[in-house]
C-alpha cells in the first residue's frame, strides 16, 4: 500500500513538473497580466500605463526590467503601481520571463 501512495505520489510530481515546463508566455500573460494591461497591451484600467505607446521598457536592460516586474514597477506618472509578480506571488522567475519575451514579440506586432 505505501509503495502504491509512493508512486502516485511521485508520478503526481512529475505530472506537475511536465505541465509547469510546457506553459507558454502567452499563457503566463493572459492569466496573470491581462487584466490590468488588457489583450494588447494597451491597458484595460484606469492608471495603467499603454504599454503599446510607451515603449521604453523594451529599450530597457532586461535584466533591470524582469527585476522590476519580480518587485514591482511604478510608472511615473501612472496612478497605479504594478505589484510584485504582478500580484500573483507563487509567479515563478521562469514565468515572469516567458511574460516578458511574449510581450516583447506582442509589441513588435
Known amino acids: 500500500m505505501i509503495s502504491i501512495y509512493l508512486a502516485t505520489v511521485m508520478l ?13 508566455g502567452e499563457q503566463v500573460y493572459l492569466q496573470n497580466c491581462l ?3 488588457g489583450d494588447d497591451g494597451s491597458g484595460a484600467m484606469p492608471g495603467v500605463p499603454d504599454l503599446m505607446t510607451s515603449r521604453h521598457w523594451m529599450k530597457m ?12 514597477i511604478q510608472t ?32 513588435k506586432k
Open 76 to 107: 511615473q506618472g501612472a496612478a497605479m503601481p504594478m505589484p510584485p509578480r504582478g500580484g500573483n506571488p507563487n509567479l515563478s522567475d521562469h514565468e515572469i520571463n516567458l511574460s516578458f519575451q511574449y510581450m516583447k514579440k506582442m509589441m
Open 35 to 37: 487584466l490590468c494591461h
Open 12 to 24: 503526481g510530481l512529475n505530472i506537475a513538473y511536465v505541465n509547469a515546463k510546457e506553459i507558454t
Open 61 to 72: 536592460d532586461e535584466k533591470v526590467m524582469l527585476e522590476r516586474m519580480k518587485k514591482g
